[in-house]
């Protein structure tokens, strides 16, 4: 609190003492097209916090305490950035009428999320960042989102939930996994339209927010173009079409706004084989003006979207069935059914108030968000693995065998997967025709109840000094549970573990029929409390802010089930998890002309782990994990900006360390120590983020613009962590178990290995032609490499080394042996190119527009991801495996999509 006081007082006095009379400049803006006003477009002074919105008649008035020269920026929502040298000299200026032309790659946000649809809805690969940079204008950040982002790129490495996304200021991110679930409120780009970014540590109105930036989406009806528009949308990624419709009412009757917006999306299958997709999307907000100061506003949103998940395979079943494959779905009666689906359906209800004056704004809101997150998924009990890429089904299980090679068995194993590569859910039906299920059909359900209120303020203390604080709350409470859909034609399912034939309902009865609630069932309670100031101030040559931010959460699980292998720690309420945390940051930017700045931000932070690594494995007991620490974010960053009238850019350097880091794992394993299902617990993982980034744009000439940006990272692993891992059945390793219930195996070797966070290495050339007559046409290369696949963690273990049958280190497991054995490698490097263009009329004041893009025109093949599996835990097993050169454990990959394309058509009066 002092540090706070100190800030004001000096920079207050500072203030005094260069005190110097305000520069206005006025204006007003209007459409080059129509000749109509544009209310609400905004004007700022590029490099500073000096900004306002034009009223209804397009005018405006910004009042600076600069001088010199410097760049005016004026835009608005669907239209062009127009950029205008001013020199501030005497009192004022009256720049007159300026015109902007609408923005005809305004398309280009929905053509984003066909990219990214994918993984959003994939927990085998990590939430993509790019979908955080829709709103920005720096040409680096737009070619990350729509050109990288295909490929899995993530700015500077980072995962997304190190960025926040708002609705009306308040917070969207999940408390599971920290990261913002777009789906939530996808296929209503037109009222989503309206964000204001800010990129990485630069200060937010907002929030405190994330190290990797903070997108603030705001639904007032008022803030939104009034009339119509309908569009419609073709595509060969994840939805085949697409029809949207949006009305904004104009002139308010009685201070009344209001807005409505529907979408449906849909597809039989997407661009890989047996992924339906179908979605549809309802957004209403109501705003109320009671004067020019204050105004309420109410937004509803709806957006159910279900689709049909795709899995990760590895080279040798790539090789055989290509790159669209996808071993989860087959037919049924002559119809796709896909046996991993996955459907989100949670409606957001939210209220805000705003309070805007000159000097002082504040925005007070509530929200209330409910409903589903279901994973579907096939459970088989004393019966074979219906996929058909299971591991003995395919040609290197005969290959690889340990009493040697039989290639007559390998060859009909192949056969038999190019004649049935998919799963036959025939026989499901037939060895379900007794009464108790071998095979059941079931979803894993997260039903969420969510409140969150929420306040933010800022204050003009005067023409240099800025404020900002804020207040949050949030209350989940989740109930998680796994519920038969189909018994396939049988009469019941046994609810007990085949494995240990323990029960998995103790309390409960053991057969279960459709409808019913088995396997597991809990709830958890999470709460979080978060605080923020934040202080900004302006002089003529230089500004600066400094932020800080109180953080406290709370997360605790109540067992509604009793496991009968953890009878004394499965069910009731579990000890509470509780974290107290901290974080400051703070910029410095000092302009060495109007059209050159530099600026060093920086920010030291802790933040509570995400809910899903606080339980070991909370579907069976409470065990929380030992010793639970906050992670520990420190980070840098140093930008030079240039604005010259042609020539635009930004160079940027950057150095993350995040400590102190939990992570779980699931999977089965054969290690030294005894193979089983097991949860794998990393503590004291550190993680290292350094790179560059450059993006430069030059306008040849009014027609043609260039356009450079290249990405340069390290992510590697920075530290030795600990590794614990918990049997899912009892073992015989008693003496090894520690007083916590888990096997110790030490500290893993994975210092200096590369994080599987997208590529390392990103470049991109554009060229951009826009013709008088309203259409464009844009083309860039783009070059991605030093991409990696997740590492096993525990392979590099000391477990590693034993042979699990004397307990004794395997003879040949020298280092030099086993460094060879688990040699990180990247993925091959790959080239991109996307031709994207458009055309738009204006009809009798009818406004219709055209936008195409095709991506990856040259089909490339490429990976985007991986992960190297963990069932070969021991030297003996990995190295057999590998003799043939065809692993029957080999690494898993995703593979990017080829030739792709995206087509819409709009109409707006």
Known sequence: MRVLVLFILLFSSIHLLSAQEDFVISGSVFDNRTKHPIENSSISIEGSSFSVKTNSAGAFTLKVDLSGEVILNLTGIEYELKRIPVVLEGFGVDIGTIYLEKDLTMEQADNLITLTDAELLDDEADANSAGL?????????????????????????????????????????????GRPQWNNWGGLNDVTRNQQYTNGLAPSDVTFGGILGNTNIDTRPSKFRAGTRLSSSASNRTYAGRLMATYTSGAPDKGLYYSISGSRRWAKEGYIDGTLYDAYSFFGALEYQINKKNSFNFTGILASNRRGRSSAVTEEVFELLGKRYNPYWGFQNDKIRNSRERKIAEPILMFNHFYESETFSLNTGVAYQFGINTRSRLGYYNAPNPDATYYRYLPSFSINSPI?????????????????????????????????????YYDDVAQDRQFIANTTANWNINSKLQTDFGLMYKKLQSHNYAEIQDLLGALFHEDSDPFSNTLNDAKGQVRKSEGGIFNYRYEIDAIRFIAFAQFRYEELNWNAFLSGNYNASAFQREGLFQNERFLDDS?????????????????????????????????????????????????????????????TVSTVDLNYFLRLPKLTGRLTGFYSRFQNTTDINFFFVDAGVGSDFVQEVLTDLDKLHMGIEVGLGYQLSSAVKLSFVGALGKYRYASYPNVSINFDTAGSEEDLINPDGFIDLGVANIKDYNLAQGPQKAFAFGVEYRDPKYWWLSVTANYLGNNYAAISTITRT?????????????????????????????????????????????????????????????????????????????????QQDNLSGTPSFAPKYWYGYGRTYFLNVAFSF
Do not use: C
């Open 133 to 177: 940079l829709r709103a920005t204008r720096d040409v680096f950040l737009n070619r990350a989102a729509f050109d990288f982002g295909q490929a899995f790129f993530r700015v500077r490495g980072y995962d997304s939930q190190n960025g926040e996304v708002l609705i009306n200021g308040i917070s969207m991110n999940k408390m599971f996994d």
């Open 404 to 440: 040697g090679a039989n290639f007559p068995s390998a060859n009909l194993a192949e056969k038999g997967l190019l004649k049935n590569s998919q799963m036959d859910w025939q026989k499901l039906y037939v060895a379900n025709s007794r009464e108790k299920a071998a095979y059941v």
């Open 571 to 631: 069910f009731g309420k579990s000890e509470k998890a509780q974290f107290t945390n901290y974080g400051t940051k703070g910029g410095f930017t000092y302009k060495l002309t109007g059209r050159h700045w530099v600026s060093i931000q920086s920010a030291q932070l802790t933040q509570a782990p995400v809910l899903q690594n606080v339980f070991i494995n909370p579907r069976e007991n409470n065990q929380i994990v030992p010793a639970l620490q906050s992670e």
């Open 798 to 878: 000391s477990s590693f080394y034993l042979n699990p049958e004397t307990g004794a280190p395997f003879p040949d497991a020298t280092a030099e042996n086993v460094n060879k054995l688990l040699e990180q490698k990247p993925l091959d490097d790959f080239y991109l190119l996307n031709i994207v263009g458009g055309k738009s009329w204006l009809k009798k004041g009818k406004y219709i527009s055209i936008f195409v893009s095709i991506n990856n025109v040259f089909d490339a093949v490429f990976r985007t991801g991986g992960y190297e599996q963990s069932r070969n835990g021991n030297f003996g097993q990995l």
